[in-house]
């Protein structure tokens, strides 16, 4: 794909983004149609597989492999800076400690974000290639002036409380005069209401109502209170789960691995309009085109540049199985 189709691309899902609330954009071809739009690839945590997650350099792989938006994880530093973090603890991914929350930024900068990024090479020996060429976190404002305007960005809240945080993220987002191309997600129910503060903020639908209208499309096949159109929902395709079935004297557990984006699903969510679904943890080229068969919007990848290569190779018309129609 040539940088001006990806840009041309990005421009449109721009222009979803910010008309979401107001109706969407224009309704992708729904699951069955003889031709449906490929789904945009949202690079998770800037390209997580690639390159050290939630850094600048993440983000130019990001854009040099053609994604379509990008997705960024937020936490809050002791003194009130948004930056990229995603763990609860900086161990997990720097050569620091403890919660981001627990240091100033300056103190922050001074880690090396890719210190624990390792690569397998050709021998099976795992190396460590930023140890010797440290990378930083950055800040979320950062991080929005590396990212062309044109670029949707998706902001994913990790830190509690959640009031603090909302508040320094609608600051940054004043200053750089970002709210039209940024959506706000969070698995934390408190960020709908922190943001509902800040009438401009664009949010993902709860997971909670997600969640519950999936579950109930899978389990009693009703559609409990489909979302207005242009509505962004996002949930994983294929999640590890358990189900609970509560007794008198007891209660017994099943895991399983659930697949809940099926075309059942998606006629529900879109029972009032076109709602817009990203499918989180699509890193395969079958469930890439199967998400393409079903009419999802977008797709949550680790590596863009491996997801690049699978939308490019997919033949069209797409040969969808009569199941996704």
């Not at 449906?36 to 792989?61: C, F, K, Q, S």
């Not at 997600?185 to 949010?203: G, I, N």
């Not at 809940?260 to 699903?265: F, G, K, V």
């Not at 199967?290 to 680790?302: E, F, K, P, R, T």
């Amino acid at each position: 794909m040539s940088f001006r189709s990806t840009l041309f691309r990005s421009f449109t899902f721009a222009a979803c983004i910010a008309s979401a609330g107001c109706g969407g954009c224009a309704a992708s071809p729904s699951p069955g149609d003889d031709n449906p739009r490929l789904p945009m690839i949202v690079a998770h945590r800037a390209g997580a597989a690639d390159v050290p997650e939630n850094t600048l350099i993440a983000i130019e792989g990001a854009l040099r492999n053609h994604a379509d938006a990008i997705w960024l994880t937020v936490q809050l530093t002791r003194d009130g800076v948004p930056v990229l973090y995603r763990p609860a603890s900086l161990s997990a991914n720097t050569d620091g400690r403890g919660p981001v929350a627990s240091l100033d930024f300056a103190a922050l900068e001074r880690l090396n974000a890719g210190w624990n990024f390792a690569r397998t090479d050709a021998s099976g020996t795992k190396r460590y290639p930023y140890r010797d060429d440290a990378v930083r976190i950055p800040s979320l404002a950062q991080a929005l002036r590396a990212i062309p305007p044109a670029v949707p960005v998706m902001l994913d809240m990790k830190a509690l409380p959640a009031e603090p945080q909302a508040a320094a993220v609608a600051r940054v987002l004043n200053e750089e005069n970002a709210w039209q191309r940024v959506l706000i997600y969070s698995t934390e129910a408190a960020y709908q209401h922190a943001f509902a503060a800040h009438p401009e903020a664009r949010l993902f639908e709860s997971r909670d109502a997600t969640r519950a209208r999936l579950a109930a499309v899978a389990l009693s096949q009703t559609c409990e209170d489909p979302p207005p159109p242009g509505t962004w929902t996002a949930f994983e395709y294929a999640r590890k789960m358990e189900l609970v079935e509560t007794f008198t004297l007891g209660e017994a557990r099943s895991h399983v691995t659930a697949t809940l984006w099926t075309p059942e699903a998606v006629k529900c969510f879109r029972t009032n309009g076109h709602a817009r679904i990203l499918a989180i943890g699509i890193d395969a080229a079958d469930d890439y085109r199967a998400a393409a068969c079903l009419g999802l919007d977008a797709v949550l990848a680790d590596s863009p540049r491996k997801m690049q290569a699978i939308r490019a190779s997919l033949k069209r018309p797409l040969q969808c199985p009569a199941s996704a129609r």
